[in-house]
């Protein structure tokens, strides 16, 4: 039962769990699977909201938490060497202590993996400045489906020799191998940091007073944007003197040498005050560490204004994320429900969760039909992060061209031959 769920609510219970230690246990259950045809569900922490590790065709859950070392750190070429059951968090420390950096930081880091990570391509507030997973992937030691143990990549800053074979596997969802080691591009650890708390009347100041930033040349190192029912969600992080009217928080962090730290501050506060209530600042590690700590309890924290939730993570271009959080509000309020809107406002990826009693879910799932048909007409897309496993299965082929879908399924079916690892997701 303990593997029959994830963050998404689905539930399917598998026919068998397998823990293996190393990468042949891997391939040989992999090749046992493709003589008894049985489907093999490659499966991390289970914090994914897509359905993306469940067994929804039965089968076998692999479990990768057994492959949980961290094989290789090397300050040098910059480069870590680690095994896919090895937590996020637990890696930042250890890079931590050695002056290094990885800056991949989905909001549960904590208690997600680094293979998880990789499987979906997570992202996370530092996007904006630093990229997502797939940017410091080098490296994938992977069991093909067959049973077969592959390395693709490389373990140097540049490489173009054949085929970008990392790239296809980093987000495929556990369709098109098991990853058993993982090559990672490390940074120095920067030397300061400072973050800025700014509150708003409007959540549109919020996203016009984020462009106003970039356009004058400030790129933060993350920039999180918060509305109304977040807000109300995480209040007991925040100080209770914040303006009656306040509708949005943008949380900016900065990173750097010191001086650039605090300059970075002084012209974002000088930039954003026009748009603002009220700007609050922290510069010491305790209260940045509390102002980031309610970000990342958000979706927690939501569950307690109503019992259902459906969320979905899409992304706008910069220029649209005003006029879409309008059409949103718009949206949910002649909808009757809640519709909590927050995430990186920085690269445009906002999530979007609609809250729901008992009896309002046909409700809620109409409003998500709106939501995302929205996204779309935006030229935006409806996964920036998460993925597509079961739950978006439907948008697919609504974002992506058939033939593009055509080739993504050609390719599936050379991997996966007898479609045995982790069938009945993304199409």
């Given at each position: ?9 689905l ?7 397998a823990?293996?230690a190393n990468?042949?246990?891997v391939a ?13 569900i490659p ?18 859950v692999l479990s ?8 290789e750190?090397n300050?040098d ?8 059951g090895v937590?996020?968090g637990?890696?930042?420390?250890e890079l ?12 549960s ?15 996370g507030?530092?996007g ?7 940017d ?7 069991v093909l489906?067959?049973?077969?143990i ?11 020799v ?14 098109l ?8 591009k490390?940074?120095?650890?920067p030397?300061?940091?400072a973050?800025?708390a700014?509150?708003f009347?409007r ?5 016009e007073g984020f462009l106003?930033?970039i ?15 977040t807000?109300q969600?995480?209040?007991r992080?925040f100080p209770k ?7 949005a928080?943008l949380?900016l962090?900065f990173d750097?040498?010191r ?7 002084r012209r ?10 009220k ?10 560490e ?7 309890n958000v979706?927690p ?17 910069r220029?649209k ?8 509000k718009?949206l ?24 729901f ?6 409700k809620?799932k109409?409003?998500?039909e709106?939501i ?8 935006g897309?409806?996964?920036?992060e998460?993925?597509?496993?079961l ?9 992506l061209?058939?033939?593009v ?6 390719l ?14 993304i199409f």
């Amino acid at each position: 039962m303990a593997y029959a769920f994830d963050a998404s609510g689905l539930t399917y219970l598998p026919e068998a769990v397998a823990v293996p230690a190393n990468a042949a246990e891997v391939a040989a259950i992999l090749k046992l699977a493709n003589e008894e045809n049985f489907p093999v569900i490659p499966r991390g922490a289970g914090t994914a909201t897509t359905g993306a590790p469940l067994a929804v065709a039965g089968g076998l859950v692999l479990s990768l938490l057994g492959l949980n070392r961290i094989l290789e750190i090397n300050p040098d070429d910059l480069v870590a060497v680690v095994e896919p059951g090895v937590f996020n968090g637990v890696f930042k420390k250890e890079l931590a202590e050695m002056g290094l950096f990885y800056p991949p930081d989905p909001a549960s880091y904590e208690f997600s993996t680094l293979g998880g990570n990789v499987a979906t391509c997570a992202g996370g507030p530092k996007g904006l400045k630093y990229g997502v997973t797939k940017d410091y992937v080098l490296g994938l030691e992977v069991v093909l489906p067959t049973g077969e143990i592959v390395f693709c990549g490389r373990r140097t800053m540049k490489g173009v020799v054949g085929y970008d074979l990392v790239s296809l596997i980093v987000g495929s969802e556990g369709t098109l191998g098991v990853i058993t080691k993982i090559v990672l591009k490390l940074l120095p650890k920067p030397p300061a940091t400072a973050s800025l708390a700014v509150y708003f009347e409007r959540i549109t100041q919020a996203a016009e007073g984020f462009l106003a930033l970039i356009k004058e040349g400030l790129l933060p190192a993350a920039a999180e944007l918060l509305d109304t029912v977040t807000l109300q969600a995480v209040a007991r992080f925040f100080p209770k003197d914040w303006p009656e009217k306040t509708e949005a928080l943008l949380l900016l962090q900065f990173d750097g040498a010191r001086s650039q730290v605090k300059e970075d501050l002084r012209r974002a506060s000088e930039i954003l005050e026009p748009y603002a209530l009220k700007l609050v600042s922290a510069t010491s590690p305790p209260d940045e560490e509390r102002l980031w700590q309610a970000r990342r309890n958000v979706s927690p924290a939501l569950k307690k204004i109503a019992p259902g939730k459906i969320a979905d993570d899409v992304v706008l271009p910069r220029s649209k994320v005003p006029y879409f959080l309008e059409e949103v509000k718009r949206l949910g309020e002649a909808a009757g429900l809640y519709v909590a809107c927050f995430g990186h406002l920085g690269d445009g990826n906002l999530h979007v969760n609609i809250l729901f009693g008992p009896d309002q879910r046909e409700k809620a799932k109409k409003l998500r039909e709106e939501i995302l048909s929205l996204v779309l007409s935006l030229t935006g897309t409806v996964s920036g992060e998460h993925g597509i496993g079961l739950t978006k299965k439907g948008y697919l082929p609504k974002e992506l061209p058939p033939r593009v879908v055509s080739l993504m399924k050609d390719l599936k079916r050379v991997f996966d031959p007898q479609d045995i690892l982790n069938p009945g997701k993304i199409f």
